[in-house]
């Protein structure tokens, strides 16, 4: 399904089967004799399908395409090398490049699920959980020569276009938005959603996620975005949006903190299980496990938040992270 979002801008549905997302937005813009192509969906085959159809409807040509991704996230860069032409280039920020090489080289798992581990999580779910994740299998395989890396400020041309480069860390290290000044248009990729919340995880060896991200928002928070096409679902008024994301976290920060200060000694899986989630289950031990993970890596990107601020402590005992609320009652 393709649909104008503006002059020479289509969106491009594509369908993320199984997946809560639904459907990624996958941008094609149309230069003289070029195409940009922002995001592209999962390498597996239902995907690969819709990417295809939407770009023979609007008549582009792979070879004459040049991809750009918002994040590394294999919803968004799965099909980056098979929808770049062969002698075009594939754009990625220069940290979210680095660390999806180590993704594809299985360098993060061992920290990960270390951690994981340190939070309480039950070592037979992990397990199995990396057993049913699709993350690895519809992941891209490999890098060439044709990806390259991109830094904030960076300008990307595509016939009259221009895209400007804005580096957004939280929903991933090197997120990244891309800002047309004269159009005052925003691909805010997955750092703004509008009718889902982005997920804010832990990431190995980023201390405060959520903090970057955060403090990411008030930054982009007062661009005049006219149109904003986000990485999933549907558009919306920004600049409330980002009012309303701030304050949603503001509301679980607090709430952590208040279920660390009524049981102290939780570890995060613990503590996960008793925050608000929109998942329905009857309870914590019937979440399904993909979302169950999901759910304890946003409750870690909380817990360091609070940590880092000193509202909490967190201590090591016998190998698992366990919390303490600090600064009076
Ligand atoms: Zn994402």
């Not at 990396?130 to 390259?148: G, V």
Request: aromatic share 10%; with cysteine; net charge neutral.
């Amino acid at each position: 399904m393709t649909e104008q979002v503006y002059k020479n801008i289509w969106r491009i549905g594509v369908e993320l089967p199984g997946n809560p997302l639904r459907e990624l937005n996958s941008y094609l813009l149309k230069g003289e004799d070029t195409w940009l192509l922002i995001d592209t969906g999962f390498r597996k085959e239902a995907c690969r399908q819709a990417l295809s159809a939407g770009l023979r409807e609007l008549g582009a040509d792979i070879e004459k395409t040049d991809v750009l991704l918002t994040h590394l996230h294999s919803d968004h860069s799965g099909l980056a090398a098979e929808f770049a032409g062969k002698n075009r280039k594939v754009y990625l920020s220069r940290t979210d490049l680095k660390y999806l090489s180590m993704n594809i080289a299985n360098k993060t798992v061992a920290e990960r699920n270390a951690r994981f581990l340190e939070e309480g999580f039950p070592p037979d779910l992990l397990e199995e959980n990396a057993r049913i994740n699709p993350a690895m299998a519809e992941r891209l395989q490999s890098l060439d020569d044709r990806f390259t890396p991109i830094d904030d400020g960076q300008e990307i041309r595509i016939g009259e276009y221009r895209l400007k480069t804005i580096v957004v860390p939280g929903h991933t290290p090197g997120n990244t938005m891309f800002w047309m000044p004269e159009q005052e248009i925003m691909f805010t990729g997955d750092h703004v959603l509008f009718d889902i919340t982005p997920n804010i995880t832990a990431w190995s060896w980023v201390e405060d996620s959520l903090g970057d991200y955060l403090e990411n928002l008030l930054r982009v928070r007062n661009y005049p975005v006219q149109l904003a096409l986000p990485g999933h679902r549907k558009s919306g008024d920004y600049k409330e949006r980002i009012r309303v994301l701030l304050d949603h976290h503001a509301r679980r920060l607090a709430e952590t903190e208040r279920i660390i200060r009524q049981n102290p000694g939780l570890n995060g899986y613990e503590i996960a299980g008793r925050m608000t989630w929109k998942i329905r289950a009857a309870s914590w031990e019937e979440f399904p496990l993909a979302q169950k993970w999901f759910a304890v890596g946003e409750c870690m990107s909380h817990l360091n938040y609070l940590v880092k601020r000193n509202k909490i402590e967190r201590r090591t005992e016998g190998g698992i992270r366990r919390y303490y609320a600090l600064n009076g009652t």
